[in-house]
């Protein structure tokens, strides 16, 4: 069975520093990796996605991500955080051998001016 | 283009009524999702279709939870007897295909049991 792992509940940074939010999953074979970003109100938007190929993933709002396999990581980063980045942050892990992607517990971002 | 949208946005019931929550998917979606996301938690899992057969019901969490989905469109989940823990946002997501693909969510229906 799939399962992701997301260690921080909150994570609070200062306006213009960079982020990094972590994800492990547990897969035995090649997963497909999703980053959603929920803004308060909000359905899940998604940030970026790993299937295949390269590792570094580019995301929209100027997200990127880092596929590790043998860490069984991927991490979210930003260099540069902006107020408007405030947000829950999911990370999910999908397969061919299941049809229902597993959702983390998510990441609550807070950023301070 | 439309995306996945949801009626009502707000849902206020008194326990013990029954309740009816609609999604409209992104047309072509063959795979839709229902989640709960109560208040400071992650997303739970309720049930998925294929087109409209529901494979896996395995995260409703009662037998008070059924959904239908009918011409391969439109779902709705209906919580019968409601109980003051069915308090929650209820998301819906459709996806081209499953498991492998992107979701693609609508903005929720928060149902408040008083």
């Known amino acids: 069975a799939q399962s992701v792992t997301q260690p921080d509940i909150h994570i609070t940074v200062s306006e213009g520093a960079s982020l990094e939010l972590r994800c492990n999953y547990s897969?035995?074979?090649?997963?497909?990796l999703f980053w959603y970003v929920q803004s308060p109100g909000q359905g899940l938007q998604l940030l970026l996605k790993?299937?295949?190929?390269?590792?570094q993933v580019q995301g929209i709002k100027g997200f990127e991500a880092e596929f590790k396999r043998s860490q069984s990581s991927f991490n979210l980063r930003k260099p540069s955080v902006h107020w408007s980045d405030a947000a829950e942050y999911f990370c999910?892990?999908?397969?061919?051998?299941?049809?229902?992607?597993?959702f983390g517990r998510g990441t609550s971002l807070i950023v301070h001016p | 283009g439309a995306g996945v949208s949801q009626s009502p946005s707000n849902k206020v019931t008194e326990k013990g009524k029954d309740v009816e929550l609609r999604c409209d998917p992104i047309?072509?979606?063959?795979?839709l999702y229902w989640y709960r996301q109560s208040l400071g938690q992650g997303l739970e899992f309720l049930i998925y279709?294929?087109?409209?057969?529901?494979?896996?019901k395995s995260g409703l969490p009662s037998d008070r939870f059924s959904a239908e989905r009918t011409g391969g469109s439109v779902s709705t989940l209906t919580i019968q007897r409601t109980q003051q823990e069915d308090s929650a946002v209820y998301l819906c997501?459709?996806?081209?295909?499953?498991?492998?693909?992107?979701?693609?969510f609508g903005p929720g229906t928060r149902l408040t049991v008083l």
């Open positions: 279709f294929q087109g409209n057969s529901a494979p896996d």
């Open positions: 047309s072509g979606h063959t795979a």
């Open positions: 897969y035995g074979a090649t997963p497909y």
């Open positions: 790993y299937f295949s190929g390269d590792t």
């Open positions: 999910a892990v999908g397969s061919g051998g299941s049809y229902i992607p597993t």
């Open positions: 997501a459709s996806s081209l295909y499953t498991g492998t693909d992107t979701q693609y």
